[in-house]
């Protein structure tokens, strides 16, 4: 066990494995490799938030409008469900109406709740534009906890809250929950909405750039980003990432991280995080424990951070001891290797001694864990899907993200629990944070 010591039809037709916040094809990896090259180049680098005078740009006045309308609607939304104070409470739906949830469930539709993957892998189809008969087919067989969306699923807002509307509509009916639906929409370089015109929403930068206006201009960014999600039907946002950069040479990051001061990252997270629960959006903290620090790319293989325990606690967990307390409704756990912590090359992701050991007992987070994309080449290169899922499940993780192939993944995990490798009892205790989140804050 590690301990710490202190703290400081549309078309239904394989998508590749690539991570959820990946760029979605080489021109956009290049693109990314080319101006994070750049970035680390320039001196504001390492400059500290609060000594930069330097404001985000405005809103456009051709987006003014739409801008003071989501505002406007998800502090609407706040209002008429629970302020942001509230929002954070623990749930006050009574334990025993969510174990009586369980208890009805079959042991393939527990299994099934532990997974979230993209509508393309759910289906086996290269892009998936409408609920048609495919989804439908595919959620009765195995009935995923929740779907991550690509930006090749989204054409215009119409088409986009058909689909979604239609898609929760039936997975309230056929299960009796509703189903998580997510995408990353972080702002600059990773958004899957606010790069698509015919959205109309403003194209939000990146959070290094926001957060030098300050925590208020963050939280109004999370609202605003929030707002337009629950417009079109999504609940979960994969988002914020709260890794401290504090290697000028990581290019996977870069300036999607606020900042490269611990304490800053840990305001404007909490900030950002505000502002996406005004307006009713689930928040996910990523990429435990921390990725900032890292040369490699866990997309691509084996990423390292050579931190030891005590470094970690002093600048990269500082997010989750403070703000991931009261504000991450999921904690997403990063494949970077730490070998002066656990021997090898194992990824974060799989280690008991980090999800649980460091994650759950020692920082007391109990919220629900999710791996990273478990189709990343870090996991993908060095074990399969079944092996890779039932590995998570056993460190601790909650929800699995999109493996390589569901279907083999589902299997697996399943055969474990049959065959007493996994207790039912291990896969309840994730069920009791998967659905006590769903019925408070989705329904």
Known sequence: MVLIVGCGKGVEETITSEDIDKPLNQEDDQDIKDENSQSTKEQEFTEEISESVEKSAEYTDDHSELTEEIVEDAEEISENTEDSSTYNEKSTLESDEVVSIIEEMSLEQKVGQLFFVTPEQLTGVSKVTQFGSASKEKLDSIPVGGLAYLATSFENPTQTKAMLSELQEYVEQTTGIPIFLGLDEEGGRVLRIGKNESF????????????????????????YIGGYLKEFGLNVDFAPVVDVMTNPNNTVIGDRAFSSDPNTVDQMASAFSRGLHKAGICTVYKHFPGHGDTIEDSHEDFAYSYKDIDALTECDLIPYFNGALDNADFVMVSHVSFPNIIAGDLPASLSYDIVTGILRENIGYDGVIMTDALGMGAISRHYSSGEAAVKAIEAGCDMVLMPENLQTAYDEVLKSVEEGKITEERINQSLERIISLKLEKLQ
């Open 200 to 223: 109309g929403v403003e194209k939000i930068k990146s959070m290094q750039e926001v957060a030098k206006s300050g925590e208020e201009e963050v939280e109004r960014t999370g609202t």
